[in-house]
């Protein structure tokens, strides 16, 4: 069995809307066929990101069982003004318990919810989950200190209610200019965009989370930290070498894990040092499907020079007990 906890889906409903939309993020028609346009650039826009019979199809040619979908933070659709927002993530959560429904076991939802206004959101988030969604995905952007973090203690007071699972994903809190970043010329842009800054956000986030007490008040609540936590598997071993200097502080290795954190990395040595940092019984296999190869983010899994039973762990048996926890 193999479970993908990081999987992005647009449901037609959803495609539809966002087609009658003048401003990012949008849907429109070009030359070589229809795109979607976000804050920070375009990409092809069909059958991939939206057809779940195709998407299923996908599935079964990697063996992979079971996705958990959710909508990307990056696409720029919940950080909208509420009254712009509300309607989009509640057509995407009514889509996504619909696909619980008609694709049982193969499609689990995390909901999305309106981040401009956390009242509203945790009204979203309990309609979502108590119809059977699993928790929700939240922007990294959100956790850069525990200070910008104390925003969202009001979602997790519900989550913990609820024993809900949120997904933190790259993805801004307010809305952002049109830019095509891949377009930009000179110090590369796009690698610095995609790369550099987004995987020191969510190291930012692994801080706030995973290295702070700020999930002490909520037991009950399990978190996913996308793309192996960023950075901090390697860096670790530096974090203890600097914690040294403040007698009487445990140092970061010594500190159990909070967080989950996804092979969506890339690569086989990532993995690795996210078993050695995090432990075997906090990695999850995330294949940021369909906007990365999803046969490399699996190979990479089978490449990693980790025992039968951590990689089993990681490719199913950590998720399904995650999954278990919200049924």
């Known amino acids: ?34 795109r979607l346009f976000t804050y920070q650039g375009n990409r092809p ?5 939206s057809d779940l019979e195709a998407r299923r199809s996908l599935m079964r040619g990697y063996g992979v069982e079971t996705q958990l979908l959710s909508l990307a933070g990056l696409f720029g659709i919940d950080c909208l003004p509420v009254e712009e927002a509300i309607p989009l ?18 499609f689990l939802g995390l909901a999305a919810l309106p981040l401009a206004d956390i009242r509203l ?12 969604l699993r928790g929700a995905i939240l922007p990294a952007d959100g956790f850069r200190t525990v200070a910008a973090a104390a925003r969202f203690n009001p979602l997790f007071e519900v989550g913990e209610r609820l024993r809900a699972h949120f997904f933190v994903h790259p993805g801004p809190i307010e809305p952002l200019q049109e830019v095509q970043v891949r377009d ?20 930012e986030v692994m801080m706030t989370l995973n290295f702070s007490d700020y999930l002490n008040p909520y037991p009950s609540v399990t978190v996913q930290v996308a793309n192996l936590g960023g950075t901090i598997p390697f860096l670790l071993e530096r974090m203890d070498e600097v914690t040294r200097e403040r007698p009487g502080v445990p140092l970061p290795s010594m500190k159990p894990s909070r967080c989950y954190v996804d092979t969506a990395s890339f690569g086989a ?23 990365f190869d999803t046969a490399r983010l699996l ?29």
């Open 89 to 106: 993530v509640r057509v995407f959560n009514d889509a996504a318990l619909d696909a619980q429904r008609d694709f049982p076991n193969a």
């Open 269 to 291: 040595r990532g993995i690795e040092l996210a078993v050695a940092c995090f432990g075997a019984d906090h990695v999850v296999l995330g294949t940021d499907c369909p906007i």
């Open 299 to 327: 190979k990479a899994l089978a490449d990693a020079r980790l025992d039968t039973d951590t990689r089993e762990r990681i490719r199913f048996q950590n998720a399904r007990a995650l999954v278990a926890r919200t049924t």
């Open 184 to 203: 930009l010329r000179g110090d590369d842009a796009w690698q610095r965009r995609i790369v550099l800054e987004t995987q020191a956000r969510l190291s």
């Open 45 to 49: 826009f069909g059958a991939a990101l």
């Open 121 to 132: 959101a945790c009204t979203e988030l309990e309609r979502a989950c108590t119809r059977g």
């Open 1 to 34: 069995m193999t479970i993908d906890c990081h999987a992005h889906w647009i449901p037609p409903p959803l495609a539809e809307a966002l087609r009658r939309r003048c401003a990012a993020p949008r849907i429109s028609p070009t030359d070589d066929g229809e």
